[in-house]
């Protein structure tokens, strides 16, 4: 008996310790034991049972498959084996697998439940069904993306190649119709022409947005950062609305937020296409009434900013139910109303894709009937501090110099003095105010500077910064040091590529007159000029400038272009004339020579010498319009200014590169439009031969002695307008090109005191 009772005790301390739930029920229904994790299970406890019977399930909610399954087993209706029974327990459904059987004990029959708790179990089993359901329709998903893309990229593609294809006849067209539009006399043509200009213009327009969208739709659209000045943005957009919106009858109005600084880094074309979009669809679907442009901005903190440019017209305005639909594309609202408005219905989508590339974002008020007003917010970073200033002060501004284009003044008595290391800005500087009749001196270091100021006296001194050995402000302080001269009084102006702001008061406390940025505007140095130089020695004169800019192709503007090179910004600079563009195009094509010497200051470590070489690059790319190689060589001046060798000894290579890459094509551009140009010093035809003995010589030589180089080349030039001798015209002509394109004094007077010389230099 005693054996039994231990027995028992062991079967209850197994039972006690199983993770299943237990239950046993006597044939009577009466519970008779529940182990710790049934109690667990079902929240009772033995003592909460006492002597229940199981109908004390009845009563609780949520547990009627339970107390059906035992009250089966009880009433020998059948076993079950893992029978799956929801149990509601505070509130929660628990999922609980039963099985039952029949155990004897002391002759008397009992129903034993064993329970297990597989609620988490199902949940994961769903769970792994869900995840399986998700990979599959992940896969099916994938699939139909790849197809989508492939099908897109073939649309994308076909209409990248369509447009460029439709792009070139409608060029040669437009090309062909403007020689029309300039030579014919007959009326009733050039009406015929004028619409074809229009209606080419509009279809080029439509090809355009189509090749934006491909290039967004592949993802070869790049934003592209430069510096810019608003005010420029301004004026394009301007010029671009104006004579639209006074073609409908509507008003125009742009306000600037005058504080608004005066460089920003940012890609201006891609805001320029997007507030012209804008502007454009204000003036399509505005009737009556006018637009308004508002430019505002928020600092962000250092030198970032929130550029805001807002657009508010009269017009239809936008229904609710419609503002969905507007960045859609091919997509034009109120269809009935609107359907003789031309466009492609790209220009909104495209819009918004541009903002995205750019972090920027839209905002669209409108109320139908009434017009709307679309903001568009756009990072951009701070160059120059200094404030744009008033739009209308810009506007008038600019519109007078455009009418005093046609007018320069003459100034033969006035003498300058030009000090610039790079001889393509001196090149350039001269040309700039050819027109003027001025004595220009020019001298290529500041060493040089100082031994010209204390000889002869000039009217006014222009003086770069940036040179080698001595730079422009240490010149500057070596005159002030000076007695006794004849330049003491002179005002000296300094040329810079530095337009941060601070800039201006900095050089000016130095003790420089005024300050010019480069790229030097040809207008304003004029302006300059006039402004320092004693009003006695000014005169107003025709301009003796040449408008040549139209001879270039609009075929080779836009592959020039494609190669990193805008011919439109470069001819600006040459104040639009092409024989001076091309000059400035040989100077650099010979300066490539200068890469060597960068190599080598490279190799030798020397970044200084490098900053100074490359930043000269970096100017006389800008000027000829070769922003990319410009862009590039900014980066090195940077990198090498804060003596990180590593990223300029990475990154020489691809600088030379696109250098070498940018010379072929000015090569090809001077080739195509500079034939004969070789010949620009040749002597007229007819007449006596004009003979020049070596006294002749000599005394152009003793004028660059006495650093006379205006006088000396004078002279030259002179002789060059007769017949002469082959040798002799040789000899001269190989001065020449010493004093004018290379700066080279001491050649030029070896090439003169040459006894006998045979024309071949020395």
Not at 102 to 117: F, H, L, P, Q
Not at 572 to 592: G, S, T
Not at 603 to 623: C, E, M, S, W
Request: proline share 2%; net charge negative.
């Amino acid at each position: 008996m005693t054996e039994q009772w231990e027995h028992r005790d062991l079967y209850r301390e197994i039972v006690t310790s199983l993770l299943e739930g237990v239950m046993v029920i006597g044939m009577n229904g009466k519970i008779v034991m529940l182990n710790p994790a049934a109690e667990q299970m079902l929240g009772l406890t033995q003592e909460d049972i006492g002597d229940s019977f199981v109908n004390v399930f009845l009563t609780r909610e949520g547990t009627d498959d339970f107390t059906e399954a035992i009250l089966d087993a009880v009433y020998e209706k059948g076993r079950v084996s893992n029978m799956p029974v929801d149990f509601l327990m505070e509130g929660e459904t628990r999922n609980l697998s039963l099985s039952t059987s029949y155990i004897r004990s002391e002759g008397e029959k009992a129903v034993v439940v064993v329970m297990n708790d597989v609620t988490e179990l199902n949940e994961l089993r769903d769970a792994q069904t869900a995840l399986d359901r998700i990979q599959k329709l992940n896969r099916e998903y994938e699939k139909a993306k790849d197809e989508a893309v492939r099908a897109n990229e073939a649309k994308s593609l076909f209409l990248s190649n369509m447009s460029h294809e439709i792009r070139t006849p409608i060029n040669a067209v437009l090309g062909m119709n403007e020689m029309i539009l300039r030579e014919c006399e007959d009326k009733q043509l050039l009406s015929y022409a004028a619409n074809i200009q229009s209606s080419g213009k509009t279809l080029l327009f439509l090809i355009n947005d189509i090749l934006d969208m491909s290039k967004i739709e592949s993802g070869k659209m790049e934003i592209v950062r430069v510096e810019y000045a608003p005010e420029n943005l301004m004026m394009d957009l301007w010029n671009v609305i104006f004579l639209r919106a006074q073609e409908k009858g509507l008003s125009i109005r742009f306000s600037l937020d005058e504080t608004l600084p005066r460089v920003l880094y940012g890609d201006d074309v891609r805001i320029k296409q997007i507030v012209t979009n804008l502007l454009t669809n204000a003036v399509k679907y505005t009737p009556q009434g006018g637009i308004e442009m508002t430019v505002a901005y928020v600092r962000k903190g250092g030198e970032e900013i929130a550029l805001t440019i807002s657009v508010k017209d009269t017009g239809m305005g936008i229904r609710k139910e419609d503002m969905g639909r507007l960045f859609e594309n091919f997509q034009r609202l109120d269809e009935e109303k609107n359907r003789n408005i031309e466009g492609t219905g790209l220009g909104m989508n495209i819009t918004m894709s541009l903002l995205k590339l750019m972090d920027g974002e839209m905002k669209v008020e409108s109320e139908y009937g009434k017009g709307s007003d679309f903001t568009v917010t756009i990072p951009q970073r701070i160059v120059c501090d200094e404030p744009t200033g008033d739009f209308e002060t810009i506007r008038s501004r600019r519109e007078q110099n455009l009418s005093q284009k046609r007018q320069t003044f003459e100034a033969p008595e006035a003498s300058v003095l030009v000090v610039d290391d790079n001889s393509m800005n001196l090149t350039v500087f001269k040309s700039l105010l050819k027109r003027t009749k001025m004595k220009i001196t020019t001298a290529d270091s500041g060493k040089k500077c100082l031994e010209l100021v204390k000889k002869e006296p000039y009217h006014i001194i222009f003086m770069d910064h940036m040179m080698p050995e001595m730079d422009g402000i240490e010149t500057l302080h070596e005159i002030q040091k000076m007695t006794d001269f004849p330049n003491k009084d002179t005002p000296v102006i300094v040329l810079t590529a530095n337009a941060l702001s601070g800039a201006r008061e900095g050089y000016l406390k130095e003790g420089f007159a005024d300050f010019l940025t480069k790229p030097i505007d040809g207008d304003l140095l004029e302006q300059t000029a006039a402004k320092y130089l004693p009003r006695e020695l000014v005169k107003d004169a025709a301009s003796g400038g040449r408008e040549t800019a139209e001879k270039i192709a609009q075929a080779d503007r836009e592959a020039f272009l494609e190669e990193g090179i805008s011919l439109e910004n470069g001819m600006k600079y040459a104040k639009n004339d092409l024989e001076m563009y091309l000059e400035l195009v040989r100077l650099f094509i010979r300066d490539r020579g200068k890469q060597e010497d960068m190599r080598r200051f490279l190799a030798d470590g020397h970044l200084p010498d490098y900053a100074i070489l490359v930043h000269g690059l970096k100017g006389n790319a800008r000027t000829l319009g070769a922003e990319q190689l410009a862009d590039m060589a900014f980066a090195h001046e940077k990198q090498s200014k804060a003596g990180n060798e590593v990223y300029v000894d990475a990154h020489f290579e691809e600088l030379a590169l696109l250098w070498d890459k940018t010379i072929m094509s000015f090569q090809k551009f001077s080739e195509k439009y500079g034939a004969g140009e070789e010949e620009k010093y040749l002597a007229a035809e007819g007449g006596e031969i004009l003979a020049l003995s070596e006294d002749d010589l000599e005394a152009v030589a003793a004028l660059l002695d006495d650093f006379e180089t205006n006088q000396a080349v004078e002279k030259l030039r002179a002789w060059m307008e007769h017949p002469l001798e082959p040798e002799m015209r040789e000899r001269i002509k190989q001065a020449l090109t010493a004093l004018e394109d290379e700066f080279d004094e001491e050649k030029a007077i070896a090439l003169l005191r040459e006894k006998g010389g045979d024309g071949n230099g020395v």
